[in-house]
């Protein structure tokens, strides 16, 4: 019966949630001789169900984007398949319980339909009315809500079914905690590079021909592209604006606040409910009972919450003169009246006048008013180079006419340097074919570029000769390490005796409890996994890129699978899992239920429906 009623008020929900979502897609029908986009079995599948679905899908991507989604953007995104996939997938398990003899009676599915919120009125109590006018808004008749209503909750009952039962077992979910919160306990110490006592010998022709093959990444030239591009920085036209003197001391005028900065001071301020209450905490700063830090924190204030950060003597109002009078940070002055009530003054910072002179400041504002009229000029440009490379021009012809940077750069991802420094033109470089046609592009800093691919250039490997210094120097550095490494673990015969790694000069660090996911600084990656593989008492070398480390394992902590932290995650653990499997077994079963009842779908109808939303 507890399962019966639990199933019931299941089914109450989902149907008020599928007619609140129906109801305001309007009454579009398909209409039409042809309603059917696939048989299943002997299930047909309406085209208006389709066309719900999918309108469902497409507004609430549009009400959680706020962006009218378009059916071509709706394909792109795969949201028709989807949807599509999920109808098929509905009315096969729906033409299995019809196959089975799976229904509800009329009594159960009255009981069903007087309980959804949606039909009630606002005495809480089924409403016919509201009941007609909700299924004339979704588009559905009486009749086609009730059979669907009915197909649902067979279809339930057939899921319960088929995952009913489903149970994590008490020894998987052991297991995976034991591993995932077993710890160990280790010492280790890094051994350095300068430590290194063995001298590198000179490398062999051999060594470093074996060093370059078995390396072939380290010297391999990325995909390039050779390209040659015009350039006009809006730096390049500066020297030849011309600014007035007039513009600059305007501008200047202008700037006054920013050149003309009057003396200010930090300050913080403590409001008051009442003089009464400002006057006592004055009394208290004087007696050297209270300190302002305490005034504030008996508020349950903090510091921050009474800062009023550097301020003029103008904004301080009434406060400003005696905040001003101040000489000492940290000096207090009140109760003075503020816009919040009587308030107390502490000055922490007396921030002295700023003046810069037009003269100082010249430069500076003649640099940006040639800078923006630099960027207009070129800005002004821009559609008769768009002309002239549409009329023909090359890139050559643009750089003489207009004076221009012209240069060739072999362009790799990655390559940040110049012109490639700005966003434009590396987007540009990695999307450029061999086939486009050169373009005006605006650059962040308002100047301009188009480029042409010259040439493509596939990965390749270089010969050893041209890298002969970097392959030396990486076999160098690998030898460096495998001594440093041998030298490592000629130490361990020591460190299983007496010796420990402080009393052989090297810094020993001790870790306690920590899990296979922990980080520790100044180790190489795999770290905690090579720890994890070794006994207790076992000592390893392990290598990182400028050091070898010297570690031991001192214990292995088993988790604990009964303290409450423990049961709380394994049951939470459990009950996801369980979730997951019967998931999986429900999608297993519905594939099999479709492969078994076949299906035929009815493309020209599927696509008519699609163009309804073009």
Do not use: C
Not at 85 to 91: E, N, P, S
Request: proline residues 3%.
């Amino acid at each position: 019966m507890a399962t019966g009623k639990a199933s019931r008020t299941f089914g109450w929900i989902l149907m008020g949630l599928v007619m609140v979502g129906l109801v305001g897609f309007g009454s579009t029908n398909f209409g039409g001789s042809v309603r059917s986009i696939a048989t299943v079995g002997d299930t047909e599948v309406d085209a208006n169900r389709y066309l719900r679905e999918l309108q469902s899908e497409m507004n609430a991507f549009q009400a959680e984007t706020g962006q009218r989604l378009t059916m071509e953007m709706a394909k792109g995104f795969g949201l028709d398949q989807q949807v599509l996939a999920r109808v098929i997938a509905t009315a096969a398990l729906e033409d299995e319980t019809a196959r089975m003899g799976i229904s509800v009676g009329d009594a159960q599915l009255r009981d069903r339909i007087v309980d959804i919120p949606a039909f009630k009125g606002v005495d809480g109590k089924f409403d016919r009315e509201g009941y007609t006018f909700a299924l004339e808004q979704s588009g559905l008749t009486a009749s086609e809500f009730e059979q669907s209503l009915r197909d649902e909750v067979s279809r339930q009952i057939l899921q319960a079914a088929v995952v009913n039962g489903v149970a994590t077992q008490p020894v998987y979910v052991d297991t995976l905690y034991a591993y995932a919160r077993e710890a160990r306990d280790f010492t280790w110490a890094a051994l350095p590079m300068d430590q290194l006592e063995t001298e590198v010998p000179a490398p062999t022709d051999d060594e470093l021909t074996a060093y370059y093959e078995a390396h072939p990444q380290d010297f391999t030239l990325p995909e390039t592209k050779v390209i040659t591009y015009a350039w006009m920085n809006p730096e390049d036209v500066i020297p030849t604006i011309e600014v007035e003197e007039a513009q600059i001391r305007a501008l200047y005028d202008e700037r006054a606040s920013e050149y003309l900065v009057p003396e200010r001071r930090m300050v913080e301020r403590l409001v008051f409910n009442s003089n009464d209450e400002a006057e006592a905490a004055m009394d208290a700063l004087a007696t050297g009972n209270q300190t302002f830090e305490g005034l504030v924190t008996g508020r349950n204030l903090q510091l921050s919450d009474v800062d009023l950060g550097d301020v003029s003597q103008d904004e301080l109002g009434a406060a400003g003169e005696a905040v001003f009078a101040l000489t000492e940070p940290g000096d207090v002055t009140g109760p003075h009246d503020s816009d919040l009530g009587p308030a107390i003054y502490r000055m922490n910072a007396i921030l002295e006048a700023r003046e810069t002179s037009f003269e100082e400041a010249r430069e500076e504002l003649h640099g940006e008013l040639a800078a923006d009229a630099a960027r207009r000029m070129i800005g002004d440009m821009v559609t008769e180079l768009d002309d002239q490379m549409a009329g023909g021009a090359t890139i050559e012809e643009i750089a003489k006419s207009h004076n221009m940077r012209l240069d060739t750069l072999r362009w790799t991802a990655g390559n940040s340097d110049g012109i490639a420094a700005y966003d434009a033109f590396r987007e540009a470089a990695q999307a450029v074919t061999t086939d486009d046609f050169p373009e005006i592009t605006l650059l962040e800093d308002g100047g301009v570029f188009a480029m042409r691919l010259d040439e493509l250039q596939a990965p390749r490997l270089q010969d050893q000769a041209e890298v002969a210094d970097a392959v030396r120097a990486g076999w160098e550095a690998e030898k460096r390490l495998e001594l440093l490494a041998e030298q490592a673990r000629a130490l361990i015969p020591e460190l299983e005796g007496e010796a420990t790694l402080s009393s052989l000069g090297l810094t020993e660090v001790v870790e306690e409890g920590l899990t296979r996911e922990a980080f520790v600084e100044g180790t190489p990656p795999g770290f905690m996994a090579a720890v994890f593989d070794m006994a207790p008492g076992d000592w390893q070398v392990l290598e990182a890129e400028d050091r070898v480390i010297l570690v031991r394992l001192d214990a292995v902590q088993p988790a604990d699978q009964d303290s409450d932290e423990a049961r709380e995650l394994k049951a939470s653990f459990a009950a996801g899992t369980a979730q997951e499997i019967a998931l999986d077994i429900e999608n297993a079963f519905a594939r099999a239920v479709q492969a078994r009842a076949g299906i035929e779908l009815n493309r020209a109808v599927i696509n008519a429906v699609n163009a309804q939303f073009q």
